[in-house]
């Protein structure tokens, strides 16, 4: 069906405060899951187990030996099982406050307070929807498989990492029926030109009524070209450094065209997910 005709998919920013927790969650496990990213189960309450995907939680993260991290650090959920009590995070470890998190012990505990913002949005419309991302982009991405399967949207996920070994969320894509395209660098399957070729046969073959990404300017710079030329709704996760993640510091502000203006949203509060086409890139 025509993309044209589904009505605006942009989210809309909160009118009302919306449930959150602070918690010191309980490790149920927490693995290596290749050698740049760590899987992290934690026990949690209803609030944070109802967490939608594309929300976040600010996680004061522990400090790791002769370093304090300054400030919560923003995650994005990577799972959530309100039946489990579960909520689980996919993380790479760049500074003190990932390294931080990357000593916490199965059975320790992890102070967090979420759900927060708001994720991403699916038309019941949409028959199949095409969710291309890269690099900490896919950890974000994975949760919208189920979210799709359980109102019976097809995905397919173009998938982008260096090197095939540092490739994630694709088993979470597969195991909830996606269609997965793991592209790369070494062999040149994730130039621009690639990539766009795939998503231009996604398109011509009606498998595209909506875009979502995260994780690369390139490919949300990419995807907004293709958008407007076939008139396709899309959304993107940005992620941008975070203070409070409540609203009320302002250090996440980013520019947005809106209707011909230049705007300045929160990305925690306003997003993180946001109208792909007015995100500035
Ligand atoms: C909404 C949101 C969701 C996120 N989800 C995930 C996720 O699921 N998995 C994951 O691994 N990471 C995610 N991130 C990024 C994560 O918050 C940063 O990697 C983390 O804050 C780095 O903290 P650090 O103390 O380890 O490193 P720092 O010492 O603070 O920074 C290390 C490097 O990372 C850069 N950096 C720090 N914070 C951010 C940020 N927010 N965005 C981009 N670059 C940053 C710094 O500029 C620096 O170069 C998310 C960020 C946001 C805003
Ligand atoms: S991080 Fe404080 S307003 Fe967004």
């Not at 967490?51 to 004061?60: E, I, S, V, Y």
């Not at 919560?72 to 099982?81: E, I, K, N, T, V």
Request: net charge positive.
């Amino acid at each position: 069906m025509s993309a044209t005709a589904l009505p605006p998919t942009a989210p809309k920013p909160p009118m009302l405060p919306k449930p959150v927790s602070r918690q010191a969650a309980l490790v149920l496990t927490h693995d290596l899951v290749n050698a740049e990213y760590r899987h992290l189960v934690l026990r949690t309450d209803a609030i944070a187990a109802g967490a939608a995907p594309g929300q976040f939680f600010q996680l004061l993260c522990p400090a790791p030996p002769g370093e304090a991290p300054f400030l919560r650090r923003p995650m994005s959920l990577y799972g959530a099982d309100p039946a489990a009590g579960t909520v689980e995070f996919l993380y790479k470890v760049t500074g003190a406050g990932t390294r931080g998190l990357a000593t916490l012990p199965v059975g320790g505990r992890l102070d967090m307070l979420g759900p927060l913002g708001h994720g991403f949005v699916l038309n019941p419309a949409w028959r199949h929807v095409v969710a291309v991302g890269r690099g900490v982009g896919l950890a974000t991405l994975g949760p919208l498989a189920q979210q799709a399967r359980g109102m019976g949207i097809g995905v397919t996920a173009i998938l982008s990492a260096r090197r095939p070994e540092l490739m994630l969320s694709d088993m979470l894509f597969r195991r909830h029926g996606a269609e997965v395209l793991a592209v790369h660098d070494h062999d040149g399957t994730s130039a621009p030109g690639a990539v766009e070729a795939m998503l231009r046969r996604l398109i011509a073959a009606g498998r595209c009524d909506a875009f979502f990404t995260c994780g690369s300017a390139r490919l949300l710079r990419l995807q907004q070209r293709l958008a407007r030329e076939f008139g396709l709704p899309g959304q993107v996760a940005l992620e941008q450094q975070m203070a409070c993640g409540l609203g009320m510091c302002f250090c996440c502000v980013r520019d947005f065209e809106v209707g011909g203006r230049t705007v300045h949203k929160r990305v925690c509060w306003d997003g993180p997910v946001f109208d792909m086409l007015e995100a500035v890139a």
